[in-house]
């Protein structure tokens, strides 16, 4: 284990306080140990790094001008308050970031007063800053507030809608663009094209006369204020952006990386008074660090890795990815099928959108952090007879919840919804769970809802989702690789709503619903182990339900338990409703059913988060003989707790 890096001066900042007490010119040396610090911290844990070392000016800076946390700092997304929270009291935590009963990766509450809003999802910063200006002023209380958003997190909706109401409301808040010219991958989108050319297309003004400019709107005392620092702000100018049309003044764009402008504009911004103002500041994702400067994706979300060559330490896989399974599966359907198009919300990668765009570049859209748009644009598609999948993790979807309703459920049009992530995902923890998609895309009339019980499943539910074309379809499946199985050489058409038995057994029948196949015949070995042959099926439809083989299940076990990897209100409710409907408990059949916990899950491997929830095959054991009751355990030899 390394021992850290030299950090003298870093060692003296515990808090913001201790910051604010240290001359401007020492800040350059506390830039480079703090992020020498971040690189030693991150390579021991895994994390993302890249978008951390882009801001280390801009936080020292902002925490050096403002009066955090009484003045409100909101990062959005949160992925690069690394060196936020070593600065604000949590250094001596930071290689447990992202661990279980570590740190968040990202910024919360519950962790720290300088966290004043949670956040992972992008694309909030400005209305919960809008929000907590307006919190103040109502109060009686003065404070600044400062929202720092990426350019990627500038391509979604939620971020005009706040500027909107900011400008017409006039309110006193901070807006910092952090352009990094990168989203997870480069970002996409005409705002995006606009935003480099606000950069590269303009010519930088004296201070001389954008004071001119500005003494429309600022008081006298901020423009001679803001005159003597002519020298440091040449790169400040006003006039004609889209961000002064929605009422907001514009300043920048300034170097984010260097100190000698971030200080003088950060201080003439919080002196000004005046409504909602937005600095542009240019950064490098990665910035200083070498192999994440040289990244295709700046190391945005990384392994372990070696702090000298930058080799991260990602174990050999044993199975194919389901990611990797779905984009493969798609490219072969769409070979033979011209129809097929597909969608992702900003990230290529993580979906397998990638492979395909690399077959397909044509039938392949990037819409960038936008899974509102997304949808209806799917769903467009699909009104004009194209088959639209539109990729989006279980836990982005939930953004897009009125347009899946909406706009696709409720004109029948067949989007496809790929659902990556679904079930725990680790270390992103509470925020990124895809919890919650069976229960609300569930209770939705015609939605057709699969989950993938092996890799296997995938490549046949991929198949099945081009065939439909009757209404909306989605097919979930978990993060990371697969069980191991054989995979055909292309997937099969499945019946809708029918399910399959994998393991015929006696007393107990297991029905499982995804991920949790494996460890549910994990489980029926157990049970077979103490004399309870358990019989277990893989449902493949969480809707509509396979009433015949439930039927089957229900009338020929004394106990029926599902498994799933979602929340209360999903497949085990939709069971229950069909075994009361239906007279299916009438003659004593014992059911119970497995669900995420109601709580929301701190980070931990999935594994562990899932032994947590009881939803391994232990688990899965206790709960059996927890419903047959301890005088079946007794007589079977089985100990339960
Ligand atoms: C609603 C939502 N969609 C997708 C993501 C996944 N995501 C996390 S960070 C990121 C890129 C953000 O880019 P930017 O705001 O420019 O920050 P940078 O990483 O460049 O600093 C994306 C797409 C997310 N967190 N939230
Ligand atoms: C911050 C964010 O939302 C993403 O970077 C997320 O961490 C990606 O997760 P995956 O690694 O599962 O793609
Ligand atoms: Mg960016």
Request: net charge negative; aromatic share 8%; proline share 5%.
């Amino acid at each position: 284990m390394s021992m850290g890096p030299d950090t003298p001066l870093l060692d003296t900042v515990r808090t913001p306080a201790d910051l604010r007490a240290l001359p401007d010119d020492r800040l350059p040396q506390l830039a480079d140990e703090l992020r020498a610090e971040l690189i030693d911290a991150v390579s021991q844990t895994g994390g993302h790094l890249g978008a951390g070392l882009g801001v280390v000016e801009l936080t020292i800076a902002i925490h050096h001008v403002f009066n955090t946390p009484h003045d409100r700092l909101i990062w959005d997304v949160g992925h690069q308050c690394y060196p936020h929270k070593i600065l604000t009291g949590r250094r001596d935590r930071i290689r447990t970031l992202r661990k279980e009963n570590g740190l968040s990766g990202f910024t919360k509450r519950a962790e720290s007063e300088y966290d004043p809003f949670g956040a992972a999802h992008s694309s909030t910063s400005i209305s919960a800053g809008l929000g907590m200006v307006e919190a103040a002023r109502l109060q009686g209380i003065e404070r600044n507030v400062i929202s720092v958003i990426g350019d990627g997190s500038m391509s979604a909706g939620m971020a005009y809608e706040a500027m909107n109401n900011a400008g017409h409301m006039d309110a006193r808040q901070i807006v910092i663009l952090n352009d990094n010219d990168m989203s997870i991958a480069p970002p996409t989108g005409a705002m995006s094209a606009y935003l480099a050319r606000l950069v590269s297309g303009r010519t930088y003004i004296s201070l001389r006369e954008a004071a001119k400019q500005l003494s429309k709107r600022m008081p006298k005392f901020i423009q001679d204020k803001a005159r003597k620092t002519e020298e440091y702000t040449r790169a400040f100018f006003s006039g004609g952006t889209l961000f002064e049309e929605l009422g907001f003044f514009y300043v920048g764009p300034i170097d984010g990386h260097n100190l000698d402008h971030l200080l003088p504009v950060l201080r003439n911004a919080r002196d000004a008074g005046v409504g909602p103002i937005l600095i542009h500041a240019i950064t490098q994702k990665g910035k200083g660090y070498a192999p994440a400067e040289a990244a295709a994706d700046k190391y945005h979300g990384v392994a372990k890795f070696d702090v000298i060559t930058g080799a991260q330490a990602k174990a050999k896989p044993n199975a194919p990815s389901y990611t990797k399974v779905f984009g493969q599966s798609l490219i072969q359907e769409a070979e033979t099928d011209d129809k097929v198009v597909a969608i992702t919300a900003a990230m290529p990668s993580g979906t397998g959108v990638d492979i395909f765009g690399d077959a397909f570049p044509g039938r392949t859209y990037d819409v960038g952090i936008a899974e509102q748009h997304a949808v209806t644009f799917a769903a467009g598609l699909a009104a004009d007879g194209m088959k639209p999948f539109c990729a989006i993790y279980s836990t982005f979807l939930q953004r897009a919840y009125d347009q899946v309703v909406h706009d696709v459920a409720i004109q029948k049009l067949p989007v496809r919804f790929p659902i990556d992530r679904a079930g725990f995902v680790g270390s992103d923890g509470q925020t990124h769970a895809g919890s919650f998609d069976i229960a609300y895309l569930g209770c939705l009339p015609g939605m057709v809802i699969m989950a993938a019980g092996d890799e296997a499943e995938l490549k046949h539910m991929v198949r099945t989702a081009t065939a439909y074309d009757e209404g909306p379809l989605a097919f979930r499946y978990p993060r990371g690789e697969g069980v191991g199985v054989d995979m055909p050489e292309r997937g099969e058409v499945l019946e809708i709503g029918r399910g399959r038995i994998v393991r015929e057994g006696g007393k107990v029948a297991i029905l499982s619903l995804g991920g949790r196949l494996k460890e549910a015949l994990l489980a029926a070995e157990q049970l077979g182990s103490f004399g309870l042959p358990a019989t277990v099926a893989d449902a493949r439809f969480a809707k509509p339900l396979d009433a015949e083989l439930i039927g089957q299940l229900a009338r020929n076990h004394e106990l029926l338990i599902t498994v799933e990897e979602g929340s209360v209100g999903g497949f085990g409710s939709f069971v229950a409703q069909h075994l009361f409907d239906q007279g299916l408990l009438d003659n004593g059949l014992k059911y119970r059913s497995l669900f995420l916990p109601d709580r929301f899950v701190d980070q931990a491997s999935p594994d562990r988060m899932y032994a947590q929830s009881g939803l391994d095959a232990d688990g899965i054991v206790k709960a059996v003989f927890g419903a047959l009751g301890r005088q079946e355990a007794e007589q079977t030899g089985a100990i339960i707790a």
